[in-house]
T-cell receptor, first 114, second 115 residues
Framework: ETGVTQTPRHLVMGMTNKKSLKCEQH?????MYWYKQSAKKPLELMFV???????ENNSVPSRFSPECPNSSHLFLHLHTLQPEDSALYLC?????????????FGQGTRLTVV | AQKITQTQPGMFVQEKEAVTLDCTYD???????LFWYKQPSSGEMIFLIY????DEQNATEGRYSLNFQKARKSANLVISASQLGDSAMYFC????????????WGAGTKLIIKP
């Protein structure tokens, strides 16, 4: 496999459920990101990990909990979500966090909270 | 205030024609980078092109070029000889020197190429 892989591609969960989104990158990158993409809104950066350390947490509710066990894997643990959390969740990675470094994205997980 | 503005929510373009997608930005940093990404219906964001604020020449990548007008704070994407496969959402994004981790995104332009 190459690139950034996200699983599952689609997820429907109830507000009382606990689920996890998984992201895996095979690019040897040192930084990984979680983004939320809602309809008709710009992408929102949620979390950034650089060298497995969380370096950014953009005031994300605690019902979203990231985990980066190693430089290739990133998880987003979900619990007691709200319907407004329904969105496309995109994972990305980049070689580093320098100004000119592009990010490579996965295909996203389409999350629906019912 | 919005830092990245894409004024065209949607565009229809005839196949093989050139198309320009608008992007204006707002920053007080002297050092920043501008990116364009393409998002087809499959969901994946695909990097297209990058322009640094100190780059004197407009960036080009194959059929993509970036019309960078620094004084106007605009970074329009030009796609030459459009193809049906170019139909997608296109996003402009900016990274400022003072916030290296953050890519600030525009709302996107939906481009549809007509056969």
């Amino acid at each position: 496999e190459t690139g950034v892989t996200q699983t599952p591609r689609h997820l429907v969960m109830g507000m009382t459920n606990k689920k996890s989104l998984k992201c895996e990158q095979h690019l040897g990158h040192n930084a990984m990101y979680w983004y939320k993409q809602s309809a008709k809104k710009p992408l929102e950066l949620m979390f950034v990990y650089s060298l497995e350390e969380r370096v950014e947490n953009n005031s994300v509710p605690s019902r979203f909990s990231p985990e980066c066990p190693n430089s290739s894997h990133l998880f987003l643990h979900l619990h007691t979500l709200q319907p407004e959390d329904s969105a496309l969740y995109l994972c990305a990675s980049s070689q580093d966090t320098d100004l000119n470094t592009e990010a490579f994205f996965g295909q996203g997980t389409r999350l629906t909270v019912v | 205030a919005q830092k990245i503005t894409q004024t065209q929510p949607g565009m229809f373009v005839q196949e093989k024609e050139a198309v320009t997608l608008d992007c204006t930005y707002d920053t007080s940093d002297q050092s920043y980078g501008l990116f364009w990404y393409k998002q087809p219906s499959s969901g994946e964001m695909i990097f297209l092109i990058y322009q640094g604020s100190y780059d004197e020449q407009n960036a080009t990548e194959g059929r993509y070029s970036l019309n960078f007008q620094k004084a106007r704070k605009s970074a329009n994407l030009v796609i030459s000889a459009s193809q049906l496969g170019d139909s997608a959402m296109y996003f402009c994004a900016m990274r400022e020197f003072d916030s290296n981790y953050q890519l600030i995104w525009g709302a996107g332009t939906k481009l549809i190429i007509k056969p």
